[in-house]
T-cell receptor
Framework: DQQVKQNSPSLSVQEGRISILNCDYTNSMFDYFLWYKKYPAEGPTFLISISSIKDKNEDGRFTVFLNKSAKHLSLHIVPSQPGDSAVYFCAAIEFETGANNLFFGTGTRLTVIP | DVKVTQSSRYLVKRTGEKVFLECVQDMDHENMFWYRQDPGLGLRLIYFSYDVKMKEKGDIPEGYSVSREKKERFSLILESASTNQTSMYLC?????????FGPGTRLTVT
């Protein structure tokens, strides 16, 4: 059963506007959440992360928001640029299991239109 | 910079062939992972390893095996390739949480 879900397979946004990518999860024990960006024919690269004890983390144009009560996180990109066009994966980890494996969502393809 | 390399970017194999996918990382990471990426299914974990000679099954281990004889190298083996194993294969390594990915191998089984 998918513990991390990205219900929007694709999103198109005009250059300069805000992109909002959403992610839902079912496991309330997740301690840490990450966003990865993936270009075609390349491996995913780490973008930004957030601990479960925080509700917001910002890095330049990228901000991740976490709503623990709703089991929901979102990635905001402001302003969006054509180079942001990629597939975005959210991922989560539960430290208590002792395992270091991430649970990934199915990805959202973002297209930023010039 | 962490570097994770994979032996091939593109590979075409026939049904029934034995296939080896190699992954090497240069950061002395304990943890290594093999995923496959398919449209609409995201990244699915095949196998992972926390140490040399140690392996754990992920979500979809059927039809695959792995080998980790050295800390820096993690191999994925398809004992008898089938057409449903046509996919993008991604290797990753990590020290703690953040995983670093290789460029991927696009495998086509005909």
């Amino acid at each position: 059963d998918q513990q991390v879900k990205q219900n929007s397979p694709s999103l198109s946004v005009q250059e300069g506007r805000i992109s909002i990518l959403n992610c839902d999860y079912t496991n309330s024990m997740f301690d840490y959440f990450l966003w990865y960006k993936k270009y075609p024919a390349e491996g995913p690269t780490f973008l930004i992360s957030i601990s479960s004890i925080k509700d917001k983390n910002e890095d330049g144009r990228f901000t991740v928001f976490l709503n623990k009560s709703a089991k929901h996180l979102s990635l905001h990109i402001v302003p969006s640029q054509p180079g942001d066009s990629a597939v975005y994966f959210c991922a989560a980890i539960e430290f208590e299991t002792g395992a270091n494996n991430l649970f990934f969502g199915t990805g959202t393809r973002l297209t930023v239109i010039p | 910079d962490v570097k994770v390399t994979q032996s091939s970017r593109y590979l075409v194999k026939r049904t029934g062939e034995k296939v080896f996918l190699e992954c090497v990382q240069d950061m002395d990471h304990e943890n290594m992972f093999w995923y496959r990426q398919d449209p609409g299914l995201g990244l699915r974990l095949i196998y992972f390893s926390y140490d040399v000679k140690m392996k754990e099954k992920g979500d979809i281990p059927e039809g695959y095996s792995v080998s980790r004889e050295k800390k820096e190298r993690f191999s994925l083996i398809l004992e008898s390739a089938s057409t449903n194993q046509t996919s993008m294969y991604l290797c990753a390594s990590s020290l703690f949480v953040e995983q670093y990915f290789g460029p991927g191998t696009r495998l086509t089984v005909t």
